[in-house]
């Protein structure tokens, strides 16, 4: 990634304590609900495989097809993307499948506020299984929360203090 390391774990929402995930990016912090954090993998996931798609029909077009014009392959290239569905759900990140014209490989370009970064689609399909991962920890960890203070045997401090350890060992 070009600006620095995304970190994602998970947290509570702290007026609900509902779960959800903490995204810190250089400046930027960002509590995201479960539900947002999953679409972000998931749209990860679809501009790796479109990204590489892009590539693959650009060659077929160039190599098979006989099509050199740079202008008529970003034509055919912007009508092929304009047929790919459009997922709903609210995301963390804008999420840009990209064939890379003087390279010849396929990126995924990535951004939140100021902060940007390009990723190869084998580094967007783990980023997504990370955000996945952090969603579920999210959602077990909160409940996890819950069933401990309703035990008797931990003060809210000590559950704190428990979670605390669990996430620097996860990191």
């Known amino acids: 990634m070009d600006s620095g390391t995304l970190f994602i774990r998970s947290t509570l929402d702290l ?14 912090q960002a509590r995201l609900t479960p539900d947002v954090v999953h679409a972000t993998a998931r749209d990860l996931m679809a501009a790796a ?5 892009d590539i693959a029909l650009l060659a077929f077009l160039r190599e098979d097809v006989g099509v050199d014009n740079a202008t008529a392959l ?3 290239l912007g009508h092929v993307r304009e047929r790919r569905p459009v997922h ?3 995301t963390a990140l804008r999420i840009e499948a990209v064939a890379g014209a003087d390279t010849g490989r396929p990126y995924v370009h990535i951004a939140r506020g100021s902060m940007k970064g ?4 084998d580094e967007a399909r783990a ?10 920890a999210a959602q077990i960890d909160a409940g996890l929360r819950y069933a401990l203070g309703e035990w008797d045997h931990l003060t809210p401090d000590d559950i ?5 350890i669990l996430q620097s060992v996860q990191r």
Request: proline fraction near 7%; aromatic fraction near 6%.
């Open 127 to 136: 980023m997504a299984q990370q955000w996945t991962h952090a969603a579920a």
């Open 15 to 28: 007026a609900t304590r509902a779960p959800a995930c903490l995204i810190e990016w250089g400046p930027i």
């Open 74 to 76: 970003a034509h055919m």
């Open 160 to 164: 704190e203090n428990l979670f605390t």
């Open 49 to 53: 495989a479109a990204a590489e798609t």
């Open 118 to 121: 390009s990723l190869t689609p």
């Open 88 to 90: 709903a759900g609210k």
